[in-house]
C-alpha cells in the first residue's frame, strides 16, 4: 500500500479548514432588516389615532347632552326666570355648542320648593326672560 503524502496532506487541511472557514464568514454583524421610512409610518398611525379618539369622545359628549335635555324637560318642566345674561355667562364664550349657554336661573318647583341653578338657554336670552327647567 502506497500512500500518496500530497492526496492526504490535502484532505487534511479540507476537514480542517470547513469550521474556520464558517467563522471567518460569520464574523461580520447581522443586519435586521429595517422597514422604509418606519418612523414615520410609526407617526403617522399615532397621529391618526389620537385624532379618531378626540373625535369619538367630542360625538360621544354630544350625544349625551342631546340625550340628557330630553328626559330632563320631559320629567317636571317648570318655567324658570334667568338671573342674569346668557352672553356674559361663565361658559358661554368657549363652550362647544355656541348657540347655547348656561346660565342661573331661578325657579319654584311644583311642590312649592324654590330653586337656584344653572339652565342651558339660546345663548342671546336676557336676564328677567323665562325658559323651562
Not at 34 to 57: M, N, S
Not at 68 to 78: F, K, Q, T, Y
Not at 121 to 132: C, E, F, H, I, P
Amino acid at each position: 500500500m502506497t500512500r500518496r503524502s500530497g492526496e492526504d496532506h490535502d484532505a487534511r487541511q479540507e476537514r480542517t479548514a470547513g469550521p474556520s472557514a464558517l467563522v471567518a464568514a460569520s464574523a461580520q454583524p447581522a443586519q435586521a432588516p429595517q422597514l422604509p421610512r418606519g418612523g414615520l409610518v410609526l407617526l403617522a398611525a399615532w397621529t391618526l389615532a389620537v385624532v379618531v379618539a378626540v373625535g369619538a369622545g367630542v360625538w360621544a359628549a354630544l350625544a349625551v347632552e342631546r340625550n340628557a335635555d330630553a328626559p330632563r324637560a320631559e320629567r317636571h318642566p317648570v318655567p324658570a326666570v334667568l338671573t342674569e345674561d346668557a352672553e356674559r355667562a361663565v361658559g358661554a364664550a368657549d363652550d362647544s355648542d355656541s348657540d347655547r349657554a348656561w346660565v342661573t336661573a331661578r325657579w319654584t318647583a311644583a311642590d312649592g320648593t324654590k330653586h337656584t341653578g344653572l339652565s342651558r338657554v339660546d345663548s342671546d336670552s336676557k336676564a328677567g326672560s323665562t325658559t323651562r327647567v
